[in-house]
């Protein structure tokens, strides 16, 4: 009878430990993946999401990109980066008139030279 009292007491254990990491492993919450490469029609595009997300930096929230946010990971659709990026008349207005955007993206061997006064020099339309 110690036997089995014994091999009940460490099935029950087993039981609550892997209850435990299954209850742990459904409540994780799911992190946003750090950079998404976009290929777009003037070329791929890196997006960062640590420089648009958090108090820090650009302070937006997932909702003001993702119009149909899940936080439970659901298929979503992303706004195209013109909506923020570009003006009405479709100029490139704020972030994409920094160098900095450019030449950390794409180096500064033609940032140098061309300047970034016409984007059609390297985003094909």
């Known amino acids: 009878m110690k036997k089995k009292a014994q091999k009940v ?13 299954l209850a742990g492993f459904a409540l ?11 290929l777009a029609k003037g070329g791929p595009v890196v997006f960062d999401h640590p ?3 958090g108090p820090d930096k650009a ?5 003001q ?6 936080p ?12 923020c990026h570009y ?8 972030a994409c008139k920094e160098a900095k955007i450019h030449t ?4 500064s061997q033609c940032a140098d030279c061309h300047g970034l006064d016409d984007c059609s020099l390297c985003h094909k339309r």
């Open 104 to 107: 950390r993206c794409i180096g």
């Open 87 to 94: 003006d009405a008349r479709g100029h490139a207005a704020g």
């Open 51 to 53: 420089r648009h997300i």
């Open 72 to 83: 439970n990971g659901g298929k979503q659709t992303v706004m195209r980066c013109r909506e």
């Open 28 to 38: 994780e919450k799911k992190s946003s993946p750090a950079k998404v490469l976009f």
């Open 9 to 21: 007491f460490w099935m029950v254990i087993a039981f609550f430990c892997l209850a435990a990491g």
């Open 59 to 63: 302070g937006l929230e997932c909702a």
């Open 65 to 70: 990109c993702h119009h149909n946010y899940d």
